[in-house]
Every structure is written in C-alpha cells, then in structure tokens.
C-alpha cells in the first residue's frame, strides 16, 4: 500500500511554470512506477508521464519538451513535475499515480494508487 498527496498547483498565465509534488507513504517508494495523469473539465484523463523503478520516463507528445518528471533523493519520497511554458490547454487536475511491478506504461488504467490531485490552471 502507498498513500500519495500532491501539492504545487495553482493559477499561472501562459507561458509560465509550476512545480507539482507528490509526498509518498506507506511502502517502499522505490519498488513503485510513478505517474503524473490529468483530466481537464469534461475531458476524460489522459497520461502526463511515467517514470519507471530506475528512472526511465514517458511522456505524452503534447507535453514532451516542455514537462520534467523526476523523483527525489534516496531519502526523499517525493515525486515531482517540472511545468514551463504552460498553456492553456494545460489546464486540469493533475493526479500523481503509483503501481508494482516491472512495468510503467503511461495508462491510467494499470495503476491501481492514486492521490486526491491538485489543480493547475492556466489563463491565456
């Protein structure tokens, strides 16, 4: 089991950045793939980016270049999501993800914990 809570979000203009948190509890956070997804109002949610057990990532092509998934230090049970040149279409509650096991497909379906999201708004 692994309790997730995000942190980070707010309202930015265009063009700007965020930094999105998701504090991680309960297990061994290191044996988990990690993910960011979101979901914009009547849209359905769709992947951010996954990273894997030993670092590797995913992202989704309309965030690749822009969004940074990373996970902190040994002692640092944190993952985070670097957000620049923010768009509009950005816009949604944003959810950190956790599942076990080997692999770390960007799909909201194979992760089985999730936090209670943050929202990130961003006005044109």
């Known amino acids: 089991q692994v309790q997730l809570v995000e942190s980070g979000g707010g309202s930015v203009q265009s063009g700007g950045s965020l930094r999105l948190s998701c504090a991680a509890s309960?297990?061994?956070?290191?044996?988990?793939?990690m993910g960011w997804f979101r979901q914009a109002p009547g849209k359905e949610r769709e992947g951010v980016a996954v990273i894997d057990r030993d670092g590797s990532t995913v992202y989704g092509e309309s965030v690749k270049g822009r969004f940074t998934i990373s996970k902190g230090s040994a002692n640092d049970d944190t993952l985070y999501l670097q957000m620049h040149s923010l768009k509009p279409e950005d816009t949604g509650m944003y959810y950190c993800a956790a599942r076990g096991g080997f692999n770390c497909p960007l799909d909201q379906n194979r992760f089985g914990y999730w936090g209670q999201g943050t929202q990130v708004t961003v006005s044109s």
């Open positions: 309960g297990s061994t956070y290191s044996k988990y793939c």
